[in-house]
């Protein structure tokens, strides 16, 4: 017990003093590998090696892409692409998310307003660590980046996870309306996988709904996903809150859920996640709900 405290003792100096971490097996077994992984990551973050790609959304009802969700890619210039799966969780665990929701909610903004600039604007989906909630410095970094890169508030959507939503109800509660009063829009991300309380989505000023892929695979008529969708959809536009489905693949989920009612999708069948200059061709399609299906078949 005190050697694998000592362990965790010398791993929370590693970080700068001031936290605490409770002791992991990795940070005995291969802690060398994840703190040098770490330091890689700081020094990432600070040389512009993390950048942003984007996803599209497909809005079913009028047909067009109208926004995409920003996320993290972390080219290493020795190791090349690291699997979010490896450093966001390292992120998370070492304080670094904060540093790091900041540099992609910047440069997204950024993005988003040369898109305007364009002629093409498109809303920017932003995932929001629960450091900045817990921090409560969540809008006064929101009013600066706005501020800084002149990007209409409208036009920025914040992702909250379901778990988070229900951490510290009353001051999230309060934080959300104020980035509500502020323009922003915000999300409710993979509803359905956490303990769902409907009495405080009730009293959450959210804008939509962000079904988890892991409904999305069988979604044929009588299937339980199918119905648990449609539950989630008619609750939803009972709430004035707009059903986004993430994680469409095939051309047959895009075509179920149409049928069902639900506002949006975004997954591989639309596109996967890319830079910026990737995307273009693609907002010129005039048809893109025929041009998905079309491609899943050719």
């Known amino acids: 017990l005190l050697n694998r405290a000592a362990v965790a003792l010398g791993h929370a100096k590693y970080l700068g ?8 097996d990795e940070m005995s077994a291969d802690g060398g ?8 990551l700081r020094r990432g973050l600070k040389e512009g090696h993390v950048q942003a790609h984007y996803q599209p959304k497909l809005c079913l009802k009028e047909n067009r892409i109208y926004a995409v969700e920003a996320l993290a890619r972390w080219y290493h210039p020795v190791r090349g692409m690291i699997s979010p ?4 969780p390292l992120a998370e665990e070492t304080g670094l998310i904060g540093e790091l929701s900041e540099t992609i909610l910047r440069q997204a903004c ?3 307003k040369r898109w305007l600039d364009e002629g093409a604007p498109l809303q920017v989906s932003v995932n929001l660590s629960v450091q900045h909630l817990r921090q409560g410095n969540v809008l006064e970094l929101v009013r600066t980046v706005l501020d800084d890169t002149r990007l209409p ?6 992702e909250l996870t379901e778990s988070q939503l229900l951490d510290d109800s009353e001051r999230l509660l309060a934080t959300i309306a104020d980035l509500r009063a502020m323009g922003v829009q915000v999300a409710v991300d993979d509803f359905g996988t956490g303990y769902s309380s409907l009495g405080y989505l009730k009293q959450l000023p959210a804008n939509s709904l962000k079904i988890d892929r892991s409904f999305i695979g069988d979604l044929s008529s009588g299937s339980k996903d199918a119905a648990i969708i449609r539950a989630i959809i ?8 707009e059903v986004v489905a993430e994680g469409i693949e095939t051309g047959e989920q895009l075509e179920a859920l149409q049928a069902m009612g639900c506002d ?9 996640p890319g830079p910026a200059a990737e995307l273009q061709s693609l907002l010129q399609v005039e048809n893109p709900i025929a041009w998905a299906l079309e491609s899943c078949t050719a």
């Open 234 to 241: 008619a609750m939803a536009h009972g709430l004035s809150l």
């Open 153 to 158: 508030a409208r036009l920025l959507e914040l």
């Open 33 to 40: 590998e994840r703190l040098q992984l770490e330091q890689q």
């Open 85 to 88: 799966v490896q450093f966001i």
């Open 264 to 272: 949006a999708v975004q997954g591989y069948l639309i596109a996967r």
């Open 110 to 112: 950024s993005q988003a």
């Open 17 to 24: 003093g001031n936290t605490w971490q409770l002791y992991r």
